[in-house]
């Protein structure tokens, strides 16, 4: 092993990094400066010797990334940056936004309800808000658990889930939720994990709140749908595809009737929709960390600015904005081991996501069969 030349070393422990660096790499070259540390390894299989590289200099308060020269691969390593404890990392903070969103869902629970009796007695308004809230609290709880799960299998730390409660009657009663990780993610095979693992088990969930929805939602006949249609009483909604197989399974929303969505058939939609948003490949959305771990910055940048394009086509112009405003100060997603690419088992799933999005988009009537 050659060193190179020491420029500074100030608080650095940088024997013990260079130490345990040297005992898991083949280390060709080293350079210290003030700030960090390069350390060129002739390794050519390095993928998993860097997953454990990472995890034992993170525990010490180091990180390392890996950067490619002109002559190979180098890792770099600083010290963690010092973070200061925010307001959202407080434990009582994502306690009282459940407790808030969780209100929010029983209100809108009860006063759909009450409407959709109006019309067709479904159930009594107490009972089907809870159902609701169950259904509706349910699809974003086990989205984010499947997150947690992931997260926990790659040993990340990550915050518990933040509830975004909504406007119920008049709106929707939750903006779904989110976690913060707080750990590192060291290479696109697990940025992919991470973010696929909660869309696929929230959709789960919706699948089968949206069975239980289309049994539940009562059929009207057209003329007093159009009545109601004029009167702006009812609203005509984009379905998705596996909410019209639901819907068919049971023979409802046939030529002669019009489907009116129960409180629950309510919640399965909006976990479609939101399973939808979070597979585009676009910003800090899960299918935008997926698609920065198959195709990297540059085409990860152009597939944000193609999803705005579909959301601006099927009318959700705020959504688009929402993301272009944001993709414009976020941080790029990028993993430690920016390097080594997905696997091709990864690949393969990413085909599988993209029909399921399409499955769970809102598509207009007219696309529809």
């Excluded at 976020?330 to 690949?347: E, F, G, W």
Aim: hydrophobic share 50%; proline share 5%.
């Amino acid at each position: 092993m050659e060193c190179m030349y020491v420029i500074n070393m100030t608080d650095l422990t940088q024997d013990e990094v260079v130490s345990k660096v040297s005992s898991i790499f083949d280390v060709k070259d080293i350079v210290i400066n003030t700030n960090d540390i390069r350390l060129k390894i002739e390794d050519k299989d390095f993928k998993n010797k860097f997953v454990d590289l990472a995890r034992q200099l993170e525990v010490r308060n180091f990180v390392p990334h890996l950067e490619k020269s002109f002559d190979g691969v180098d890792i770099v390593v600083t010290r963690l940056p010092e973070t200061k404890r925010k307001w959202l990392s407080k434990s009582w903070v994502p306690r009282i936004l459940f407790a808030v969103t969780v209100t929010m869902v029983l209100i809108d629970g009860y006063f759909r309800t009450d409407f959709v009796n109006s019309l067709a007695f479904i159930g009594d308004p107490f009972e089907m808000s809870i159902l609701y809230a169950f259904s509706l609290i349910g699809i974003l709880g086990v989205h984010e658990s499947g997150h947690l799960i992931a997260a926990k299998k790659h040993k990340i730390r990550t915050t518990w889930p933040y509830f975004i409660p909504g406007v119920p009657v008049f709106g929707i009663p939750t903006f779904g939720a989110l976690i913060q990780s707080k750990g590192l993610t060291i290479n696109r095979d697990i940025l992919f994990d991470v973010a696929i693992a909660g869309p696929i088990a929230g959709l789960v969930i919706a699948i089968i709140v949206c069975i239980f929805g289309a049994y539940t939602s009562p059929e009207i006949s057209n003329e007093l749908a159009d009545e109601l249609f004029k009167e702006s009483q009812l609203m005509k909604m984009n379905m998705p595809i596996l909410m019209s197989i639901s819907l068919d399974a049971f023979d409802k929303g046939g030529k002669d009737a019009q489907v009116v969505m129960s409180p629950i058939m309510f919640a399965a939609w909006l976990g479609f929709l939101i399973t939808f948003l979070n597979l585009l490949p676009a910003w800090q959305l899960d299918g935008g960390h997926m698609a920065r771990s198959l195709f990297g910055k540059k085409w990860h940048k152009i597939a944000t600015y193609a999803s705005m394009g579909v959301l601006a086509l099927l009318g959700y112009w705020f959504m688009a904005l929402f993301i272009l405003l944001l993709s414009s100060r976020s941080q790029d997603a990028r993993p430690l081991d920016d390097i080594s690419p997905l696997t091709k088992n990864r690949k393969k799933m990413f085909i599988v996501i993209a029909i399921l999005g399409v499955l769970c988009a809102p598509l207009p009537s007219g696309i529809l069969p």
